[in-house]
């Protein structure tokens, strides 16, 4: 067993795990945080994408000892405290960007890392930005129109 | 219906959403018991074997196993169940033979399950798995699905051919008849490709033995909890129902392939009470490729015969439909009651007949996946139509107009009645939207770019709501296909519904509420929607077969207008009027013709403190619930228009335009269909241009078996999708005068873009998936 000292939505967490712990199942099992989720076992489908230090990255494709001493941000931890929705959220319920739920958390947090960090200037390079997270059911339309939505939000604030 | 509400018709905003977009949302994988144990399933690595010796001995001693289930153990209990009995052409029933928990003997494709593996971690189960030995014999595999019936080797001892059955619809004389005077015959053979549904939430389960009540809990990602906990209890593990109770929590998509009794949680529920532990099962994305029931796989022969001025005559349809190793709960009314009744499209077409081959193979199972039956309907009709279009070169929508069923309700010839539809006004309206007239302009541009340019049609029809029983049961349905709903008011006017559907992703919890709402004349917020688990739901047939509103939220409605009809009694009572002089609208009871009323949370409070009650009339409180099974199916339609370039030089197909108007009847929530339209279209197109499940046809390994080899739609696979949804022809029969719009985009599409390609490509055929590989062999091969 390996002792992890991180950093995971904003509080403190130091636990013992087993040295071939994937960080996704750190979240999920030992913290308890299942709104994580894993689709596949490829890092294909990207449910399990997390904030690393500010970044998206596939959960189910890094162990947790690699965050160790790093800031991990998942799904329950970008509403704020009072409960406000992110603006990504707040986006995805107002276009119907969501339909089962179970992509969403990955979804969002790429979406936001997406507007974040990269150039959202049209619906192609929305597009080929979310080509990284599989969803089943919208077909893709209403996520982008919810990314849109967002990066424009984002942008006015900037 | 409430004028003042009106939630009905409004694109109001998903409540279910608060909890999924917050990771709050609870699926099965997230639950975790007091004694949680975990299982792998150790899974046949070949197609067809026999299993000559199996040893657990060294797996048994590995570190943290609580128990190895085998084959062996499940001998004495039932298989799976098949819920439809299909017979032959002469009358005989089809082979039914028996579908194992565990393999027992023989395993009959990769990934049959030979072995259940609990232990304290997963970890440690999937290594004890490894420990087992098993010694196989390897038979020949059945996988071609045109040479099954011809194979030197047997899936099944009991059906030598491999044939489940042969069954046959229509009048085969008539037809032939009339395809013998036919101006013009056009015919075509090809492969509905198979497909893995791909629910993004694999399949899991988690199922609990409580010592003290022999009570069982299971958690399961279903989309039919009674169905599970009624075929489970009553055909398989003998447990009485009423000890079983199944919950389907969030289910993160299902798409057809959580319909189903599958062996896993089945095994789960039975190995429970032996260990006295819950035990929880997560498929692996692999394990779902390999296990999941897969979708279509049809190969078909269709011939449509025309007489002079282009009016369909007869219509001969054979196909040979895959059905898997073993057969999945719905699997044999997919290729027959749910296909071939569906042949007449919107077409006036006199004489059609088709006759199904069903067959067994050494692949996984075959079952309803997103349409199930009307997607391979639709393509073989479409495809025919429109070939015949371009080769008597006459417009293809003018060719579909010339044949639309103008009067209804219409008696097709493949035995379903349709009750109402206006297909030209959804043709008209895509041909509008697609800027057909544009077109050729556009396709000078590509061309002078070196591109190929081509427009394909497609006008859907799909039945929804399965219905009625009576029918059903009669066409060898072994399950009524009617829907529960309860309508429970609290004493302070607040409403809990519950309800027999189940939400997937479909946005019941929002689309019901706004039925309730504007029924009842009280906020939405006043309104709670409940689905999914046995022990507070009275029945339920489950969501599939776009159902959910046309016959689950008209048993709600029914409920409903018994809460009106007894809130009226109460109410006359306290209004000192008469019980035939109360209307109730706006949320008020009111006595006609006066300005006496009292408001729906006086008349329930009063219902539960009944201190001024009608008690020699009524019984206190306020509590409904009704089953509707409907008299008729429901008939979704409409045309979808695809344009494609095509590069010749790669073989890529772009979709440059997609465009669909869908006649749903009444909407209730347009944002919600719409969604549901985006998704159906994206699983279709991606079933035209991507997705191809493959087995290597001499070993039967599954060579699609992750993402990284089963092309999944993303979204920089597809355009922006044109939807519009026509004010319709509202459903003559239910309520509500609803539809079903979950299958539609799926059953449409399909075609739309293979007519395209073809189109483009000046090709009379194009096999799905239209893949850059299969593009560029098409046209090598018309050079």
């Not at chain 2, 039925?515 to 739901?537: F, R, S």
């Not at chain 2, 799926?746 to 590989?773: E, F, R, T, Y």
Request: overall charge negative; glycine content about 10%.
């Amino acid at each position: 067993m390996a002792q992890l000292s991180l950093t995971v939505n904003g509080t403190k967490v130091s636990r013992e795990v087993a040295p071939q712990t994937l960080l996704v199942e750190f979240l999920r099992e030992t913290l308890r945080l299942t709104g994580t989720h894993m689709g596949c076992d490829t890092a294909q489908c990207g449910a399990c994408t997390v904030h690393l230090n500010g970044n998206a990255v596939k959960s189910c494709n890094m162990l947790a000892t690699q965050a160790a001493g790093m800031k991990v941000t998942t799904i329950e931890g970008i509403a704020a405290a009072d409960g406000t929705l992110h603006p990504m959220q707040e986006a995805f319920n107002q276009c119907h960007g969501l339909q089962c739920g179970f992509c969403t958390p990955g979804m969002v947090m790429s979406a936001i890392d997406l507007v974040t960090h990269h150039d959202c200037s049209s619906e192609a390079k929305i597009r080929e930005g979310l080509e990284g997270n599989m969803c089943r059911c919208t077909g893709y339309q209403n996520i982008v129109k919810a990314v849109t939505q967002a990066a424009a939000a984002t942008k006015a604030m900037a | 219906m409430n004028a003042r509400q009106a939630f009905i018709g409004q694109s109001v905003v998903r409540r279910e959403d608060a909890r999924f977009l917050t990771g709050n949302g609870q699926y099965t994988d997230d639950i975790t018991l007091h004694g949680q144990t975990y299982a792998v399933f150790l899974r046949s690595p070949h197609a067809h074997a026999k299993i000559k010796s199996l040893s657990t001995t060294a797996a048994a001693q590995a570190p943290g196993v609580v128990g190895i289930f085998t084959g062996e153990h499940f001998k004495a209990v039932g298989g799976l169940p098949c819920g439809w009995l299909i017979n032959n052409i002469d009358g005989t029933p089809m082979k039914e033979p028996r579908h194992p928990i565990l393999a027992h003997g023989k395993v009959r494709y990769v990934g049959d399950r030979v072995a259940l593996v609990v232990a304290e971690t997963v970890d440690q189960a999937k290594a004890a798995a490894g420990l087992i030995e098993v010694d196989y014999d390897v038979l020949p595999a059945v996988i071609d699905l045109a040479g099954a019936n011809g194979a030197p080797a047997a899936v099944h001892d009991e059906a030598p051919d491999n044939r489940c059955y042969l069954w046959q619809i229509g009048d085969k004389e008539g037809t032939d008849a009339a395809l013998q005077g036919a101006a013009h015959i056009s015919k075509l053979t090809f492969h509905n490709n198979r497909l893995v549904p791909n629910a993004i939430e694999p399949r899991a389960a988690n199922a609990h033995w409580n010592p003290s009540s022999d009570d069982y809990t299971l958690y399961v990602a279903n989309q039919n909890p009674h169905v599970e906990r009624l075929l489970m209890c009553a055909f398989v593990l003998g447990i009485p129902e009423h000890k079983m109770r199944v919950v389907a929590p969030d289910v993160g998509g299902g798409f057809g392939s959580k319909i189903f009794l599958y062996g896993e949680e089945t095994a789960l529920v039975w190995a429970s009470k032996q260990l006295r532990r819950p035990i929880k099962w997560t498929a692996e994305r692999s394990e779902s490729f390999l296990s999941d029931a897969h979708g279509r796989d049809h190969l078909t022969t269709v011939e449509l015969g025309l007489d002079k001025d282009g009016k369909f005559v007869g219509l001969r349809v054979d196909t040979t439909a895959n059905l898997g190793a073993y057969l999945s709960t719905f699997a044999t009314a997919v290729p027959t009651i749910l296909y071939a009744t569906l042949l007449a499209g919107q077409y006036t077409t006199p004489k059609i007949c088709c006759t199904v081959n069903a067959v067994f193979t050494n692949t996984a199972p075959v079952d309803a996946y997103r349409g199930a039956g009307r997607p391979e309907a639709t393509y073989t009709i479409e495809r025919i139509v429109e070939t015949a279009a371009r080769e008597l070169g006459i417009d293809p929508a003018e060719l579909r107009r010339r044949n639309f069923i103008h009067s209804f309700p219409y008696a097709s010839p493949v035995g379903l009645t349709y009750d109402t539809g206006d297909y030209d006004a959804t043709m008209n309206r895509a041909v509008e939207l697609a800027d057909v007239g544009g077109f050729e302009a556009r396709k000078a541009a590509s061309e002078a770019k070196g591109l190929k340019r081509g427009l394909g049609y497609s006008a859907y029809i799909e039945a929804c709501g399965i219905a009625p029983s009576s029918v059903a049961g009669a066409l060898g349905a072994r399950a009524g296909l009617f829907e529960a709903g309860e309508v429970r008011v609290h004493p302070t006017g607040k409403v809990t519904v519950f309800t027999g559907s189940h939400s997937h992703g479909q946005g019941h919890e929002t689309t019901f509420a706004q039925v309730v709402a504007d029924k009842l004349g009280i906020p939405m917020e006043d309104i709670d929607i409940q689905h999914g688990d046995t022990g507070k739901i009275l029945f339920g047939m489950g969501t599939y077969g776009s159902r959910s509103l046309a016959v689950g939220g008209t048993a709600i409605v029914k409920a409903l207008d018994k809460v009106i009809a007894k809130g009226k009694k109460i109410a006359a009572h306290l209004m000192e009027a008469a019980d035939s002089d109360i209307v109730f609208e706006g949320g008020q009871f009111k006595v006609a013709g006066t300005d006496k009323s009292i408001p729906f949370a006086q008349v329930s409070l009063t219902a539960y403190v009944p201190h001024n009650f009608p008690h020699d009339k009524l019984e206190p409180g306020l509590n409904e619930n009704a089953f509707y099974d409907p008299s008729n199916f429901t008939y979704p339609a409409g045309s979808y228009i695809c344009e494609v370039e095509v590069d010749p030089a790669t073989g890529v197909v772009r979709i440059e335009r997609f465009t669909a108007c869908d006649d749903f009847g009444n909407v209730i929530n347009p944002m919600i269909v719409e969604g549901q339209v985006h998704g159906g279209l994206v699983q279709g197109i991606g079933q035209a241009l991507m997705e191809n499940c493959v087995y290597d046809p001499e070993s039967g390994q599954l060579l699609t078996g992750s993402y990284m080899d089963y092309a999944m739609p993303r979204a920089d696979d597809i355009p922006h999708l044109t939807v519009e949804t026509a004010k319709g022809t509202p459903c003559t029969h239910n309520p509500l005068g609803v539809k079903g719009c979950g299958e539609a985009g799926a059953i449409g599409s399909p075609p739309a873009v293979i007519n395209a390609v073809c189109h483009a490509l000046g090709i009379k055929d194009m096999p799905m998936p239209a893949s850059p590989h299969n593009v560029w062999k098409a046209i090598k091969a018309s050079r």
